[in-house]
């Protein structure tokens, strides 16, 4: 049993910063693939940002440059920084971990982005 548990979520002016985190405990298999997904009311649920147990990363368009995934291998945790937040950033967001061909969720975190 995986579980990943995510903090950090809140509500920021545009313009703003939050950092995100994910906590994953149970069995984690390696290679994995740990990322954010963000869903805005209304709409599908769409990646943000992926990084491997190597490193490698991976971004949406939208957030390049902006927003920076990182990861603690020893504690099992993943990071994202956002920053330069705007409006459409707002939604909520899950983490995801993927090994095994499995996939778990976090239960998300909310983010508020006031213009």
């Known amino acids: 049993q995986v579980h990943l548990v995510e903090s950090g979520g809140g509500l920021v002016q545009a313009g703003g910063s939050l950092r995100l985190s994910c906590a994953a405990s149970?069995?984690?298999?390696?290679?994995?693939?740990m990322g954010w997904y963000g869903q805005a009311p209304g709409k599908q649920r769409e990646l943000v940002a992926a990084?491997?147990?190597?490193?490698?990363?991976n971004y949406a368009d939208s957030v390049e440059g902006r927003f920076t995934i990182s990861r603690d291998n020893a504690k099992n945790t993943i990071f994202l920084q956002m920053n330069n937040l705007k409006p459409v950033d707002a939604a909520i967001y899950y983490c995801?971990?993927?090994?095994?061909?499995?996939?778990?969720w976090g239960q998300g975190t909310q983010v508020t982005v006031s213009s």
């Open positions: 990084i491997t147990s190597g490193g490698s990363t």
């Open positions: 149970g069995n984690i298999f390696k290679p994995n693939v």
């Open positions: 995801h971990a993927q090994f095994g061909g499995m996939n778990f």
